[in-house]
């Protein structure tokens, strides 16, 4: 890759509630799971980071933070439904147009952003805590840099299929749990001009965010979604195409919102 | 497959209004597009055909309508913004738990339905219209079935890349246009249990709709979007497994909408 | 789909050496795994059913043979090897050229057929009999017709990731294994104008082919890849297209072997 | 990304006998298609580049070549019969191990690495040379990187639809001529451990590989195509998986060849 100065900026939103008020969750998150993943992502010099919760002004996510991120890290639980619609679209658009990518972890299956973005119910089957075992199906993509062929996560949630969502571009992960079910646990997913990245680990009573491979995952996956800077322009728009367009504006015959035809070298008639 | 009384349910949406106020719509659909596509799918008699308007009373989809459909195809174009929002969160639903198939056509790739299902801002680049030649990319697809490897659409309206959409599933079609374009004309997505087909002919004043082959694909696409009668159960709601679900209940620990083990006979612990 | 009087000719093909020799396998499949199937099959009028067997003149497949099938289910294990290698050529091509649908069973994941058709070393990770929960990932899929959210084996044969194939274009089951392992165990794909599908289950020591989910899995997979025959002509060949061409081949500019171009009304200039 | 002192070492293969026969193709390609391509990849400093002709000893690719190649880039048109095929075997498995990246141009759609990969005859339909417009649909994938919404090629080979191929995982390039074809013109596949980018453009009397653009998604093509350095250790072969490994081959009971179970600590028993 060529070397470039410009750092991917990361905004880590979280819904930040049972770190305050749950002790399992407090005493392995104290300064909530987003700083954890926040700490350990700062290490890399090309990331620049942020933290956001849904109990800051503007739900974290004013218009100056969010069009200044480059990849949006997503986890929320039990407060989904507060998340505000209109914020809702906006994180959707700022994907569709290629101007962020989106990370959903563990219970962000159900959140706004994630629902709205892919398309989906995000449902899934649920269960107690219990070993699961991650398993890297595609080592040869990017996400799956660094990460072995499995590794244990000694306790983890159940999420277990059948897991409602579209059939991913590229599915990454799948996972094992004791009780006999299985998982697709970390896949992409494209739409418009945005990259999409969903990954199972993250109960809020585990400690799957001081997991090594769980953290070189999102590492890898913010490289992955974040979006390309050097993508031709697109706006969130239906262009018109004419022909002769100058010509047509200045005799009233088209507006000035209508675009050039493709190659007026062509010689297409009007 | 297996003989089988039961017919495919389908309801045609048309905004409806072209047709009666401009005079080459009125001409070339004098009842509607969608009465036009209704009667040639009413030929067939695994079919049973509705057709629904948005001036129609509940916007022509009461849930009556709605809960007996099988296949919704829909045809907007104008007044995309007046589709009632909790409508097509109800039929977006429908489609993501498998009991309806749903088929955009035309100027659908930015109705409200099509977007919220698939997850897009459906944006494209349009123009004049003019000779498009639809080519058939994957023969041995149910969809292309009958469809010879390319026809000639003389007048249609130009859709054209970049066309913003999710990967398709199956790319099925594509098509050239006169002035140097071409599009990604017809494919499919599947999202949860739901089956989707979007399809480019079909402008207003255009005789698409009178054209074998387009008729032969919505056909096919009818078949194909169908819902499977033997899938299993599948509610919208993230069911919590537990152990011991009936003991646990009689001893108020476990609600009861919370379901079974996956195997109890896997003697899992609790 | 329209009522028609052609049958599905399904040819089951099985190296069929184990059924001879080892006691457990001869137990369970006295005629043969192959015949076990094709017994099932036969029952629905839509299928014509004939046997093919390694040891048999031609390896089973005379052209005579292979040429009036259209879909080829494939079991062999330890004599991958002998399998004649101009003979997967023509079942490559068959497959190719969109006349004859392919279903790999358990241990023809090593298959030479499967390896050539779909591009891939099939390599996975295998081990001893254990319980294998079966996991419906795609209840709207055809292959999924009458299949419950998941069912458990009993006794099968480990086959457990990293499966090294290309990524699907459907996934549809994933399993589970008691010591830890999952799998993709159903998935489908697409090459040139060809269906495929492969399934894990079905050691030759197991009953896998008595369980009435593994015989309806595979009773749609044979719908499923049966080859559209409404589907426009294609030959194996790369058609040189030019202008004008019957002038040009009375002028002796043009071989006949070439063909005309798109659309001779478009007025293409030669 | 990391900053690495690696190189990714490119070897790009070529017929070369159209640049000592054909005058066009000689004015054009003096040292070679391969040399001009080299030519521009060399001037970035990521890149070590080989060069390799039919005509070479080894048809170019001795051992220790291959083993030293990172991606490799493939122009072949008239001679694809005389390539070896225990060579074509030989980057087959290299392809699928994850140890090198195949990039296939122009009418490399027909050669035998390449059919052999992807698993397709590659057959497609073509003509005289004509405008083809080069159509980006996929803006944010790395290989779109720095190219423009579309692009016109003055002068190419027609290479058109149907185009016998899988469904690609990413379709990001389309094309348009002017005798009214398309074409599905740049694609990626994923088989195994491996990554495959398909480009229509190059035939031997168009200057195509003296475009910018072109040039470019051949320089972005080999960066997404490059193994990962990091992949965990993947081999040729089907492990079999034991409990209590070491002990049993002590007692004779298994071979060294077998591997450990996913996790001893989840204490299975044998």
Redesign the interface.
């Known amino acids: 890759?060529e070397?470039t100065e410009r750092k991917i900026r990361v905004t880590l939103w979280n819904e930040f509630r049972h770190e305050k008020t749950n002790e399992a969750a407090k005493a392995l998150y104290p300064e909530g799971i987003h700083a954890c993943i926040g700490k350990y992502l700062a290490q890399f010099p090309?990331f620049e980071i942020k933290l956001a919760a849904l109990d800051d002004p503007d739900q974290g996510l004013p218009d100056e933070v969010l069009n200044a991120t480059d990849v949006l890290i997503w986890w929320g639980h039990m407060a989904h439904g507060e998340v505000n619609d209109a914020l809702v679209t906006k994180i959707q658009?700022r994907v569709?147009?290629?101007k962020m990518g989106f990370i959903a972890l563990h219970s962000a299956h159900?959140s706004k952003p994630f629902r709205?973005?892919?398309?989906?119910?995000g449902?899934?089957?649920?269960?107690?805590e219990q070993?699961e075992?991650m398993?890297?199906?595609?080592?040869?993509?990017?996400i799956?840099?660094?990460?072995?062929?499995?590794f244990?996560i000694e306790e983890e949630e159940?999420y277990?299929?059948?897991?409602?969502?579209?059939?991913p571009?590229?599915?990454i992960f799948?996972?094992?749990?004791?009780?006999?079910?299985?998982f697709?646990a970390g896949m992409t997913?494209?739409?418009?001009?945005?990259?999409i990245f969903y990954f199972q680990p993250g109960h809020e009573t585990c400690p799957s965010f001081h997991n090594p491979h769980v953290l070189r995952v999102i590492k890898n996956a913010v490289?992955w979604t974040a979006?390309?800077?050097?993508?031709?322009e697109?706006r969130?728009?239906?262009?018109?195409?004419?022909?002769n367009l100058a010509e047509r504006i200045a005799a009233g015959k088209a507006k000035s919102n209508m675009?050039d035809?493709?190659?007026t070298?062509?010689g297409?008639k009007d």
């Open positions: 890759m070397t090309q658009r569709y147009l290629g159900h709205a973005i892919v398309g989906t119910t449902n899934l089957t649920w269960g107690r070993r075992i398993w890297n199906l595609l080592p040869s993509h990017p799956a840099a660094g990460v072995p062929k499995n244990l159940l277990a299929e059948p897991f409602f969502i579209p059939q571009n590229e599915l799948g996972s094992w749990y004791e009780d006999g079910y299985i697709r997913f494209l739409r418009d001009a945005g990259r490289l979006p390309s800077e050097e993508k031709y697109y969130d728009e239906c262009p018109h195409v004419v022909q675009t035809p493709v190659f070298e062509l297409i």
